[in-house]
């Protein structure tokens, strides 16, 4: 069943801790929100699953629908529906990343910048102190603990977990999947008007995974989706001139050396309503500007568009902000 409550907490890094040496290591990271109240946000560095090493990507330029539908700067925690269309995270659906391009490093070694717990504390430990950046931590809530906290000391204890992938989970974690209940930890630095995002995943965990339980699908490849290498979305129009919505097309390239065979895939929006694709194949090299069906939109205020194949698996998405479809007309690039 899904974790919960699964939601966000926000607020301003006060103080991190590595965790070095615990067979369960994790990089601590001490908040306080609006209301002077402290948070520990519990991020985990070691899998206990092989191979223990987890896949994680920065995004120190990260746009995406999701940071303006994110509750107010510093308001503790809230909690977060498991549905798409808010702030939830969900790393197979919501198109946050190419997960393609995940890096694997160990938790701790020897040296600069060459270990997991290096890189958190490489964008972490700039916020430490500066009221500039808020944190939004994803995941699942515990406390408040009739304790002081373990780490950090504060009283009550109280923080998040789970700030992982939480989906597609191996047989004995399986428990704990569900979709749009992702973990992650998104950086505003707002003297910058920009946004650092960090995505963990274990490399146990699936990539193709069930749309009502989170499951993994047993006949799915164990890889990742490509980032799209053969048939890919290239463009979108999101805001034609004038008000006919019919006149929205999503633009798909073929860029193998093979013709590719359409049936069966379709085109899928934010919201998870889907549209087949014609015509059903697509030569090497060439485009194709799709018109939209099937009650399949792309909503001014930000969206995601997704690529599946005659299977349901994801082949490539794309994400894009309300500040790129605001321009009539024109279309957006991917």
């Known amino acids: 069943m899904p974790i919960k409550p699964y939601g966000v907490l926000s607020g301003n890094v006060v103080d991190t801790r590595r965790e070095d040496n615990s067979d369960t290591p994790h990089y601590q990271i001490q908040l306080v929100d609006s209301d002077d109240k402290h948070w520990r946000a519990a991020v985990n560095v070691l899998s206990q699953d092989a191979p223990r090493q987890l896949k994680f990507l920065v995004d120190t330029d990260f746009r995406h629908p999701i940071t303006d539908a994110l509750p107010e700067p510093g308001s503790g925690w809230t909690n977060l529906p498991n549905e798409p269309g808010g702030a939830s995270l969900d790393f197979v659906r919501a198109n946050l990343f190419d997960p393609s391009k995940m890096r694997v490093l160990p938790f701790g070694a020897s040296g600069p910048d060459n ?61 704990e999947d569900g979709t749009w209940q992702d973990g992650g930890l998104l950086l505003h630095l ?84 889907t549209c087949p694709i014609s015509p059903d194949s697509l030569a090497p090299g060439a485009i194709l500007q799709m018109p939209l069906s099937n009650g399949v939109s792309l909503g001014n205020e930000g969206g995601a568009i997704t690529l599946l194949d005659a299977a349901g698996l994801k082949v490539h998405g794309v994400a894009y902000t309300a500040d790129r479809a605001q321009r009539e007309g024109w279309t957006i690039t991917f």
Do not use: C
């Open 190 to 273: 707002t003297s910058e008007s920009r946004w650092v995002a960090i995505f963990l995943a274990f490399q146990s965990q699936s990539w193709h995974t069930d749309d009502v339980t989170g499951h993994a699908l047993p006949d799915a490849p164990d890889l990742p989706p490509t980032g799209g290498e053969h048939a890919r979305i290239l463009a979108a129009m999101v805001n034609p001139v004038g008000s006919a919505p019919g006149a929205q097309t999503v633009t798909l390239i073929n860029a193998s050396p093979t013709t590719i065979d359409f049936s069966g895939w379709r085109i899928a929006d934010r919201r998870k309503h």
């Open 115 to 175: 270990d997991l717990s290096s890189v958190l504390d490489h964008y972490i430990q700039r916020a430490v102190g500066d009221n500039t950046i808020t944190a939004y931590v994803f995941g699942q809530s515990w406390g408040p603990e009739h304790r002081a906290d373990k780490v950090f000391g504060f009283r009550p204890g109280d923080g998040v977990h789970q700030v992982h992938m939480n989906q597609g989970n191996s047989e004995d974690y399986s428990n």
